[in-house]
């Protein structure tokens, strides 16, 4: 059943593609604020608090339905797991940015690229050049991968809906309020951070290593192995320096940016980054997808085959 739900999501995604800024999303973010207003006083264990209110219900619920609906008619439960999917994973929610970036490019419409860019990240790219556009839009399209595809994935077929549901909820609270919210959040979103640093743990090295498998194999964990520490958090590291290798790409180093040079470490390794190398990512990540499909298939089977 698990492997019938990806499959036709994935079709469904395709036909019928959900917006990232969809409503369910900009619920779950309404809901998300009203409880850092009336929570943050500052401490850690208000956002423990805060981040089981949001969590545990949203799971739970999920999976009371899921059990419910199994309970009367399989197929009911299918149909439950397909639109819990549909709500929680999906490559369009970022591959629309993704190829704008990569027209622009490769009509030479720098200004356009740099543009997307921005508004995709949310931070200005006005002063990139051609191969930090194209560098930064892979580095983004990969952690975007990861995110809404492979590691929404894993936690589906370890727990089933409620996995994927557990998995977005976490994800999306990290953002609001962990580390990428600092200093804003504080010891407020401390925990928001911790909790999906270890829920991801797994998933992170398993999107990694299948980057390495689809692509190059050798560079990808020569550079996992010598670079993923230097870049904060490690966890976007792993990937980006699986990746940049699998690809055989430079990803990370130094951008122009707010009137001067700024630092980040070299992730990956080969040639600068460009428009066909952005191509290149797209192949990468659809190959890797495929990969665990194809696990997923080999596992639905021996199961079934008992």
């Known amino acids: 059943m698990k492997f019938l739900s990806l499959v036709a999501v994935l ?12 409503s369910l999303r ?14 943050d006083g500052g401490e850690y264990r208000h ?35 397909m639109a819990v999917l549909y709500f929680t994973m999906g490559f369009r929610q970022f591959s629309h940015d993704y190829g704008e970036i990569q027209q622009a490019l490769k009509a030479s419409d720098l200004a356009a690229a740099r543009e997307r860019l921005g508004k995709w990240r949310g931070e200005s790219a006005s002063e990139f050049g051609t191969g930090e556009v194209a560098r930064v839009a892979i580095e983004q399209g990969l952690l975007a991968s990861h995110r809404h595809v492979f590691g929404t994935i894993a936690w589906f077929l370890a727990l089933g809906p409620a996995g994927a549901v557990l998995y977005r ?6 953002d609001n309020w962990g580390a990428r919210a600092a200093p804003r959040s504080g010891e407020f979103g401390r ?49 980006l320096a699986a990746g940049g290798g699998a690809l055989g790409a430079r990803l990370g180093d130094t951008l122009h940016q707010y009137g001067g040079l700024h630092y980040r470490p070299a992730m990956g390794i080969g040639e600068e980054a460009d428009a ?6 797209v192949g990468l990540i659809w190959r890797s997808l495929v990969l665990w499909m194809f696990v997923v298939l080999l596992v639905t089977v021996a199961y079934a085959l008992g």
């Open 11 to 22: 079709v469904l995604e395709q036909v019928w593609p959900l917006h990232k800024d969809n």
């Open 26 to 39: 900009l619920l779950f973010d309404r809901y998300a604020r009203f409880l850092e207003g009336q929570f």
């Open 47 to 81: 956002g423990v608090i805060a981040w089981v209110l949001a969590v545990v219900p949203a799971v739970a619920a999920t999976f009371a339905v899921h059990r419910l609906l199994d309970g009367v008619n399989p197929f009911a439960g299918l149909l439950w797991s």
């Open 169 to 174: 909820a976490c994800a999306v609270l990290a």
């Open 191 to 239: 925990f928001a951070a911790r909790a999906f640093f270890w829920l991801d743990w797994v998933p992170v090295r398993l999107s990694a290593a299948t980057f390495g498998v689809a692509g190059d194999f050798e560079d990808a964990v020569y550079c996992w192995r010598t670079q993923a520490a230097a870049w904060v958090p490690r966890s976007d590291g792993i990937l």
């Open 276 to 281: 066909d190398t952005m191509t290149s990512a």
